[in-house]
């Protein structure tokens, strides 16, 4: 058996604190008062996938590309200034970035703690917006969804959703389209920032040397709202567990064909802790570079390295994705549909399982010397309704036998796609 025993300091570095405050606003913090960094996240549960959802009474549907788009705007306000140039003056390291299921924002500093959580809170609790802002922000968003389209390892990655799934919208590219972002308004903003950007809908998170006091002060200094929003109810379409597109392959300026087979599954309701151990775990057995595959098909020159499995997990979607580099793609594709086979007719083998769950786990534990991925963690985390220290147990509790039954289940050849992206000459 393996021993999942924590050192006592990595133990205490799963001991966060969290308070819950009147108006719905999480709050997290895992102190870390021998680092010097500060690392914080505030984000909110709005994604790319939320398209469609009731609040104040309206039922609202956006065109794709929203949850992106605002995720640029908030970095302006009413005076015109940029967060980005104050927090230059504070030394602060900033960015953004939106997912299919949330938009988060963050720092990174090692001084003016407070005055960077004021730029953090200030930019992202206000947020103005003009048809001005945003028309020129169209012209500069339209101009990145170019680049994204010669971008040959996203444009193979979307094709394979789009195959996968009818109607879900992780379907779409979470910046959108050139078209559907020409629809955005001002005043869909606005609806969006009341019924997603509201305390109850988002959570402050932070690892490093700071206080929770701190944390506190700085939404008090913020003056967010002092109750909870009305709630707000997402929707979404109707999805066949069949999949849309069997295969697609088209052209692009790449030295060496790219290619992804993906499997659409049952989406979880309810907690997906111990699946997504599950699923994370079926990946590295059957492909991962300690597996009999992988060394077999970089042996004989058929994948290059970068070559694995991962899975994707939201509200209403699960699926996992094999995808890498190739110049006998079909030859790939054979192989692995052929281990999934001969692995849940043999059983998998209890010596990789354990070697496959001891690196996850040293892994996880590894992360917890990060201000960043701790953090990290206790956002995501907090978002799936979990901690943690729960996510660290999924993996430690998880049996071979688990895996197996998951097997039998998932990765059905029936509910899989192809895509490859062919070199143009």
């Known amino acids: 058996m393996m021993d999942t025993r924590l050192p006592a300091a990595t133990e205490a570095a799963l001991r966060f604190e969290e308070q819950i405050l009147p108006n719905g606003l999480a709050v997290r913090l895992l102190r870390m008062p021998d680092y010097g960094a500060v690392h914080a996240i505030y984000a909110t549960r709005f994604g790319s996938i939320n398209r469609a959802f009731e609040h104040g009474g309206k039922s609202v549907v956006l065109p794709a590309g929203v949850a992106h788009f605002l995720e640029h705007k908030m970095f302006e306000n009413a005076d015109g200034v940029d967060a980005f140039s104050l927090y230059a003056e504070t030394g602060a390291v900033a960015n953004a970035y939106t997912g299919f299921d949330r938009t988060s924002y963050i720092f990174t500093a090692t001084n003016q703690i407070d005055k960077n959580l004021d730029i953090l809170l200030s930019f992202v609790g206000h947020p103005h917006f003009t048809r001005a802002t945003v028309q020129k922000e169209q012209g500069i968003i339209a101009q990145e969804i170019g680049m994204y389209d010669d971008h040959a390892e996203m444009r193979c990655f979307y094709a394979l959703l789009e195959c996968l799934y009818h109607n879900h919208p992780v379907r779409d590219d979470i910046a959108g389209t050139v078209g559907s972002i020409a629809e955005i308004t001002p005043e869909l903003l606005y609806t969006c920032t009341d019924a997603f950007y509201n305390p109850s809908n988002m959570a402050l998170c932070a690892a490093g040397n700071l206080t929770m006091e701190q944390l506190l002060d700085a939404v008090e200094r913020a003056g967010l709202p002092a109750e909870k929003a009305a709630p707000t109810r997402r929707v979404f379409p109707e999805e066949p567990l069949t999949i849309a597109e069997k295969e697609r392959r088209f052209k692009m300026a790449v030295a060496m064909p790219l290619f992804a087979l993906g499997f659409k599954e049952k989406p979880v309701a309810g907690n997906s802790t111990h699946t997504e151990a599950v699923c994370d775990i079926l990946g590295e057995l059957l492909c991962g570079e ?6 077999r098909l970089y042996d004989e020159g058929l994948v290059q390295p970068g070559f694995g499995g991962e899975y994707g997990h939201n509200d209403g979607c699960l699926y996992h994705m094999f995808s890498g580099e190739s110049n006998q793609p079909e ?4 192989a692995i549909l052929e281990e999934i086979v001969r692995q849940r007719r043999e059983g998998i083998d209890p010596r990789q399982f354990d ?10 534990v590894a992360e917890l010397e990060s201000v960043q991925q701790v953090a990290g963690h206790l956002s995501t985390s907090y978002f799936r309704g979990r901690t943690p220290a729960a996510e660290l147990a999924a993996i430690a509790d998880m049996t071979l036998q688990d895996v197996e039954a998951a097997l039998d289940e998932m990765l059905n050849e ?7 992206v062919e070199p143009t000459v």
């Open 290 to 295: 300690t597996s009999r595959l992988y060394r």
């Open 414 to 420: 029936k509910r899989s796609a192809f895509v490859v």
């Open 331 to 334: 030859k790939v594709r054979d």
């Open 355 to 364: 070697t496959c769950k001891r690196m996850m786990y040293g892994e996880a």
